[in-house]
């Protein structure tokens, strides 16, 4: 079945930028669907960070879109996100998501999250 | 784009039904049969539980229904039981995707 896995740094220093990766397994990424960031601030609710298709073509959150890049590797298999500028604001646990193949739909299945604290 | 309005919780007892509500606007909810609903419990990830409206994935309970009235997407829990217990999140198509706040579901 298909596996989504995050990685990347736990600790960001502000003003600095995020980087996050999302390797896929069980499903190849260059064979469709949308695949999508979503993050949740402590103890708080979720936030569409933003999505790409399999082909490449990209779509963020209107008030994160000055800031946020996502890109797919199909050789690796994987999907990135990078935001830049960060502050402590964007402390949040960052998930990744398989979405729906059609449109900015449903999401499934989710990895498991990792936490990313902003803080010197 | 605005966060869709949820009750912040919600609780029933054992075997009872209970019913969350998701309202929105013309350009998300009502605008679209897009809407999805997870779960998620504590330190997990969210789990997709009903997409399009009304349709359940692959081994989720039929005890979990969904629906739509104009603006306002619902979610209903029929038969609760313990496990039941966790938070509620709606989303819908907007042109783009937007979540609802959360819904914390507590079995008394």
């Known amino acids: 079945q298909v596996q989504l896995q995050e990685s990347g740094p736990g600790l960001v220093k502000p003003s600095e930028t995020l980087s996050l990766t999302c390797a896929v397994s069980?499903?190849?990424?260059?064979?469709?669907?949308?695949w999508g960031w979503i993050r949740q601030p402590p103890g708080k609710g979720l936030e569409w960070i933003g999505s790409?298709?399999?082909?490449?073509?990209?779509y963020y959150n209107p008030s994160l879109k000055s800031r946020v890049t996502i890109s797919v590797d199909t050789s690796k298999n994987q999907f990135s996100l990078k935001l830049s500028s960060v502050t402590a604001a964007d402390t949040a646990v960052y998930y990744c998501?398989?979405?729906?193949?059609?449109?900015?739909?449903?999401?499934?299945?989710w990895g498991q999250g990792t936490l990313v604290t902003v803080s010197s | 784009q605005s966060a869709l309005t949820q009750p912040p919780s919600a609780s029933g007892s054992p075997g009872q039904s209970v019913t969350i509500s998701c309202t929105g606007t013309?350009?998300?909810?009502?605008?679209?049969?897009?809407v999805s609903w997870y779960q998620q419990h504590p330190g997990k990830a969210p789990k997709l539980m009903i997409y399009?409206?009304?349709k359940r994935p692959s081994g989720v309970p039929d005890r979990f229904s969904g629906s739509k009235s104009g603006n306002t997407a619902s979610l209903t829990v029929s038969g609760l039981q313990a496990e039941d217990e966790a938070d509620y999140y709606c989303?819908?198509?907007?042109?783009?995707?937007?979540f609802g706040g959360g819904t914390k579901l507590t079995v008394l």
């Open positions: 069980g499903y190849s990424i260059s064979s469709g669907y949308y």
């Open positions: 399009e409206v009304s």
């Open positions: 989303s819908s198509y907007a042109g783009s995707v937007v």
């Open positions: 013309s350009s998300d909810v009502g605008g679209y049969n897009y």
């Open positions: 998501a398989r979405q729906d193949p059609i449109i900015l739909n449903w999401f499934d299945p």
């Open positions: 790409i298709y399999h082909s490449g073509s990209t």
